[in-house]
């Protein structure tokens, strides 16, 4: 089974500072690994995702995501956020080879920018 | 445009009332999933289907129940609304070589 931990519940910065949000995983076999983002009152939308390659990936709006298996962990930044960043952010895993599979979500985390 | 579509977006309704919530994609995705989103943001899945008549139930115990008779319709019923039903849900598509969900809008559903 995997599950997903988000260290940050809250991550408050101000406008133009570099921002990460930390995510952990726990998986017995081989995952892939997603970011998303959730506007207020709307769906969810891909940020990123690491299916296999660089470790580095770079995704929509400026984010990139390192994956680093030793440490199962796959951080989110951004170099220089903008107040349009503020939303929540999930990050979530399915199996390797079984695409398609349900993801399995962490809790998420709030990314507050303010002026 | 492909796309997933959920409607309502809301919907405030009386205990004991029976509601669909209607999921249609446009992506000819064989897989589909409803999650419910709490207020404090975690997602929970609650069903899922692989394909044309096929469903199953997810992590999270719903008293809800889903067809999916078309492949690209998955509709979630609620026989009889309660308050605990409150929350936002999300239904979600994904193709045999894709391996991320696309997601509709929601329904956030209020039960009085």
């Known amino acids: 089974a995997q599950s997903v931990t988000q260290l940050d519940s809250q991550v408050p910065v101000f406008e133009e500072a570099p921002v990460e949000l930390r995510c952990n995983y726990s998986?017995?076999?081989?995952?892939?690994l997603f970011w998303y983002v959730q506007y207020p009152n709307q769906g969810l939308q891909l940020l990123l995702k690491?299916?296999?390659?660089?470790?580095l990936v770079k995704g929509i709006n400026g984010f990139e995501a390192e994956f680093n298996k030793s440490q199962t962990s796959f951080h989110l930044r951004k170099p220089s956020v903008h107040i349009s960043d503020t939303a929540e952010y999930f990050c979530?895993?399915?199996?390797?080879?079984?695409?398609?599979?349900?993801?399995?979500f962490g809790k998420g985390t709030t990314l507050s920018v303010s002026s | 445009e492909a796309d997933i579509y959920q409607t309502p977006r809301y919907l405030v309704i009386g205990t004991g009332k029976k509601i669909t919530l209607e999921c249609s994609q446009t992506?000819?995705?064989?897989?589909m999933y409803w999650y419910q989103q709490d207020p404090g943001m975690e997602l929970h899945l609650i069903h899922y289907?692989?394909?044309?008549?096929?469903?199953e139930k997810g992590d999270l115990s719903s008293e809800s129940t889903v067809s999916r008779i078309r492949t690209e319709h998955f509709p979630l019923t609620l026989e009889s609304a309660r308050p605990s039903h409150t929350s936002q849900y999300l239904c979600?598509?994904?193709?045999?070589?894709?391996?991320?969900?696309?997601f509709g809008q929601g329904t956030r559903l209020t039960v009085v």
């Open positions: 979530a895993v399915s199996p390797f080879g079984q695409a398609g599979t349900a993801l399995i």
């Open positions: 690491y299916l296999s390659g660089s470790t």
């Open positions: 979600a598509s994904s193709g045999t070589a894709n391996t991320e969900a696309f």
């Open positions: 289907s692989y394909g044309v008549n096929s469903t």
């Open positions: 998986s017995s076999v081989s995952v892939y």
């Open positions: 992506m000819g995705h064989d897989k």
